[in-house]
């Protein structure tokens, strides 16, 4: 079964430090690649998606990832947080055919100001 | 375009009480998803329908938890009887082909 790892569970930093999520999947065929941003009290929100293509994504609000596969990796990037990134993000896949989407588990950044 | 839509925001209940969720999906998106997501985990899929019909539900715990899709729009998720692992964060989302999950706000669901 596919899976989605994001190793850092807990990220505080300054602002205007840069950013780096991490995100590994776990299938080796075509997979759809999605981080979503959920801001605190708010939904679940589409940060940036990759289906195919240029494998460097821009996203909203300056985010932007890379799609690795030799890696497996979709990590994500800014290169300056401000304080209103504080949220939970969350790295997710569609893969094998299947149109059901698998999440990892998240992770809380904290900016402070 | 409106967004998905849930209710209700928050439910308390007691352990062993039964709670239904609601949710009106983007119009015109025939795949709705109930996802679970507990504190410090991401979200979890419960059941996927495809219009009225179940594509999976291969997670969803059928002692205790239904959902339907009756008329291919709106659905309900039910939860009889609640359990203390059953506090959550309850969501609901859509799409249509070609494009990405929108969710609704989900029902933050206490269990005492």
């Known amino acids: 079964a596919q899976s989605v790892s994001q190793h850092n569970h807990h990220v505080i930093l300054s602002e205007a430090a840069s950013l780096e999520l991490g995100c590994n999947y776990s299938?080796?065929?075509?997979?759809?690649l999605f981080w979503y941003v959920q801001y605190p009290g708010q939904h679940l929100q589409l940060l940036l998606k990759?289906?195919?293509?240029?494998?460097l994504v821009k996203g909203i609000k300056g985010f932007e990832a890379e799609f690795i596969k030799s890696k497996f990796s979709f990590n994500l990037r800014k290169p300056s947080v401000q304080w209103s990134d504080t949220a939970e993000y969350f790295c997710?896949?569609?893969?094998?055919?299947?149109?059901?989407?698998?999440f990892g588990r998240g992770t809380s950044l904290i900016v402070h100001p | 375009e409106a967004g998905v839509a849930q209710s209700p925001r928050y439910k308390i209940i007691e352990k062993r009480q039964s709670v239904a969720f609601w949710c009106n999906p983007i119009?015109?998106?025939?795949?709705l998803y109930w996802y679970q997501q507990i504190l410090g985990q991401g979200p979890k899929l419960l059941i996927q329908?495809?219009?009225?019909?179940?594509?999976?539900d291969s997670q969803l715990p059928k002692d205790r938890f239904s959902a339907e899709r009756l008329k291919g729009v709106d659905s309900t998720l039910k939860i009889q009887p609640a359990k203390l692992e059953d506090s959550a964060v309850y969501l609901c989302?859509?799409?249509?082909?070609?494009?990405?999950?929108?969710f609704g706000n989900g029902t933050r669901l206490t269990v005492t």
């Open positions: 989302a859509s799409t249509t082909t070609g494009s990405p999950l929108h």
């Open positions: 299938y080796g065929g075509t997979v759809n």
């Open positions: 990759y289906f195919s293509g240029d494998p």
């Open positions: 997710a896949t569609l893969s094998g055919g299947s149109y059901i989407p698998t």
């Open positions: 119009s015109g998106h025939a795949t």
């Open positions: 329908f495809q219009n009225n019909g179940v594509v999976d």
